[in-house]
C-alpha cells in the first residue's frame, strides 16, 4: 500500500492547494516507464495540435478548444487573429464580434468573455507579455492549470503536466491513477514520470486517446500496450 506524500516537506512535489496523492510504487514505475517506452514508439515526433504563432495565440486557441476539437479550433482561428492579431487588439473589441468569430467552438460567450479578459490581464498586468510561469499564468483571467501547462510545455519549452480529457480517460483506464480531479490526476502523472517526459507525455496520450483508445468504443485489439493495462488486461 503506498504511503501519503506530505507536500509542505521541502524537496517534495507540492500539490495544488494542499490536495494529497500516493507516492508511486516501484512497480508502478516500472510499468509507466514500460507504457512509455512503448508509447515513444508509436509517437515520436508528437506536437501540439493548434496552430499558432506565439504565446498569446496559443492561449487564446487553447481557450477555445475547451470542449470543442482543435481541428474546428484551427478552423476559426486563422480569422480570428487577422481581426485580432495582438493582446491589445483583443482588449478593444467588441464581445458581439469576437462571438461571431468563434461560434462554431462552442460557449461562445463565456469563451469570447475570457479571451477579452485575458488579454486586459496580459496587457495592464504583464505589459503586452504571456507570463510563463504557472503561478502567474493561472492569475490570468479564464485560464486554469491545463491552459496554462500546454503554455509552458509547448510555448515555452517548459515542462508541463497537461490534463485534459483523454489525458484523464487514459490515466485511469491504465491504472495509473484512480483519481477524478484533474489536479490530483496531475499531481499522480508528475510523481510517476520524469519532468523531462511530461509535456510529451500529454502529446503522446492524446493521440493514442484519437487513434486507438478512443472514447467509449476502445481498439483494444490494435493497442500495443494492452497488455500493461488495466483496462486492457480486463479485455
Known amino acids: ?122 496587457v495592464e498586468r504583464f505589459g503586452g507579455v504571456v507570463p510563463q510561469s504557472l503561478e502567474e499564468l493561472t492569475t490570468l483571467r479564464g485560464v486554469g492549470r491545463k491552459t496554462a501547462n500546454v503554455l509552458i510545455g509547448v510555448a515555452f519549452g517548459g515542462d508541463g503536466m497537461v490534463v485534459d480529457t483523454h489525458v484523464k480517460r487514459l490515466s485511469r483506464l491504465i491504472g495509473w491513477t484512480k483519481q477524478d480531479d484533474p489536479v490530483k490526476i496531475e499531481q499522480e502523472l508528475m510523481a510517476l514520470h520524469p519532468k523531462p517526459e511530461w509535456t510529451q507525455l500529454g502529446h503522446r496520450l492524446i493521440l493514442h486517446g484519437r487513434a486507438i483508445c478512443i472514447a467509449n468504443r476502445p481498439k483494444c485489439s490494435e493497442c500495443r500496450i494492452k497488455v500493461l493495462c488495466a483496462y486492457g488486461k480486463k479485455k
Open 1 to 122: 500500500m503506498s504511503a501519503k506524500v506530505d507536500f509542505r516537506r521541502p524537496g517534495v512535489l507540492r500539490a495544488h492547494r494542499g490536495r494529497e496523492v500516493t507516492v508511486p510504487t516501484k512497480l508502478q514505475k516500472e510499468n509507466a516507464a514500460q507504457i512509455l517506452a512503448i508509447l515513444k514508439e508509436i509517437y515520436p515526433d508528437p506536437e501540439c495540435a493548434l496552430i499558432h504563432d506565439g504565446p498569446w495565440q496559443l492561449l487564446c486557441a487553447t481557450i477555445l478548444s475547451a470542449q470543442c476539437t482543435d481541428a474546428r479550433v484551427n478552423i476559426v482561428t486563422p480569422a480570428l487573429f487577422k481581426r485580432f492579431p495582438t493582446a491589445m487588439s483583443m482588449v478593444a473589441a467588441d464581445i458581439a464580434e469576437v462571438e461571431g468569430l468563434v461560434k462554431s467552438t462552442g460557449f461562445y460567450h463565456q469563451k469570447s468573455l475570457s479571451l477579452i479578459s485575458m488579454s486586459e490581464d496580459v
